[in-house]
Each structure stands twice: as structure tokens, then as C-alpha cells.
Antibody, heavy 114, light 112 residues
């Protein structure tokens, strides 16, 4: 059974940092192209980052809205991906999903508010 | 960025009726490898999105054959043949051709 579980969300003040973790199982993680997608009532579904497998030297791509503030990474030994979020803004408030698009986690809520 | 525009449904739809959900992209999603990089998802109430269709017309594993995808390079249709109660939710199209990947705003399906 495929499982993806996001953790690390919560309430954080603007300008602060937060790191999300997505632990996976049940599929071949090492060759998967993994993404972070967020969803908010204001913006709907928004793709924000992708990381490719080791064979591509872990190539990454980011949406302009998070470029320079967020960093996606992976640990193949743990079948996990991460999202380091720095300089958080109120507009980063959303439910964050990790996904290779074939499968999705249940999501984790991030609220940025003073 | 590629803009994805979805149409609305005349909700609520009678159970057993067939419906078509439309999606239009601002740029052709047909790539040089012959594939059209258009995905369809269903997000049921309180759940995460679920992949239904990829490459415009290929059903994802375990998806009912009541769901079918078709289209051209810029105009796409998701057809649900005989809607059932479990089909309730919001349907999204998404382009996977170029960064940033973008989603439509969603089409809500309600059943009578």
C-alpha cells in the first residue's frame, strides 16, 4: 500500500522558518520525481517545488512565489522529502501536500500569522 | 505561466447521468514525444486530490472505466459516464508540460 505522510506543520509568525517532512512507503521512491503542492482557498492548488532522482543529481525546480525562500530536498535512504521554508509570509498559509502526482499525502496545515 | 481554465457543471446532476467537464490551456500541451501533458484529478470532500487521468487520456491505476479523457492540444474533456454518489467532489485539470505546473480552479460536481 502506498503511503505518504506529511508532518511539521503548524502556526508560525511571519518571517520565521518551518521544515516539512514527507515520509513515504509502498512505491519506488528512489526513482520518483517528487513535488510539493499547496492548497489554499485564495489560490487553489499551487505547485511549488519538485526534486528529481539521484540520476539527475537531484535537480530541483521552484515556483517564483517561493524561489529563494523554500528548499526542497530528499533522503533516499529514508524514502522522504523535505521542504525547508524560510522568511514565511502570510500568503504561505495553506495545506501542503507531497506527491509524485500518482499518489498524494493527506496534507499538513501551515498557518503564518502574527 | 500556462493558464488552465475550467468550465462549470449544471449542478446538481441526476445520478446515472453522464457529464463532461471542460478544461482549456493557454498553450498547447502536446509535446514533441507525442504525449499531451494534461492530468485530471478528483478531490472528494475532506480528502486529498486523486489522480484520475494522465497524458490526457490514460486512466490511472484503479480508476473506474466510467472516467475517460479526451481533447486536442489546448481543449480537454473529462467525461464521467453515469455519475454515482462517490463521484461527488471537485475536479481539477493540471498541465505538466512546463514549469510552473499549473492547475485549473476546479469544477464542482454535486449529485441529485
Amino acid at each position: 500500500e502506498v503511503q505518504l505522510m506529511e508532518t511539521g506543520g503548524g502556526l508560525v509568525q511571519p518571517g520565521k522558518s518551518l521544515k516539512l517532512t514527507c515520509a513515504t512507503s509502498g512505491f519506488t521512491f528512489s526513482t520518483a520525481w517528487m513535488n510539493w503542492v499547496r492548497q489554499s482557498p485564495e489560490k487553489g492548488l499551487e505547485w511549488i517545488a519538485r526534486i528529481k532522482p539521484k540520476s539527475t543529481n537531484y535537480a530541483t525546480e521552484y515556483a517564483e512565489s517561493v524561489k529563494g525562500r523554500f528548499t526542497i530536498s530528499r533522503d533516499d535512504s529514508k524514502s522522504s522529502i523535505y521542504l525547508q521554508m524560510n522568511s514565511l509570509k502570510e500568503e504561505d498559509t495553506a495545506t501542503y501536500y507531497c506527491t509524485p502526482f500518482d499518489y498524494w499525502g493527506q496534507g499538513v496545515m501551515v498557518t503564518v500569522s502574527s | 505561466d500556462i493558464v488552465m481554465t475550467q468550465g462549470a457543471l449544471p449542478n446538481p446532476v441526476p445520478s446515472g447521468e453522464s457529464v463532461s467537464i471542460t478544461c482549456r490551456s493557454s498553450k498547447s500541451l502536446l509535446y514533441s514525444d507525442g504525449k499531451t501533458y494534461l492530468n485530471w484529478y478528483l478531490q472528494r470532500p475532506g480528502q486529498s486530490p486523486q489522480l484520475l487521468i494522465y497524458w490526457m487520456s490514460t486512466r490511472a491505476s484503479g480508476v473506474s472505466d466510467r472516467f475517460s479523457g479526451s481533447g486536442s492540444g489546448t481543449d480537454f474533456t473529462l467525461k464521467i459516464s453515469g455519475v454515482e454518489a462517490e463521484d461527488v467532489g471537485v475536479y481539477y485539470c493540471q498541465q505538466g508540460l512546463e514549469f510552473p505546473f499549473t492547475f485549473g480552479s476546479g469544477t464542482k460536481l454535486e449529485i441529485k
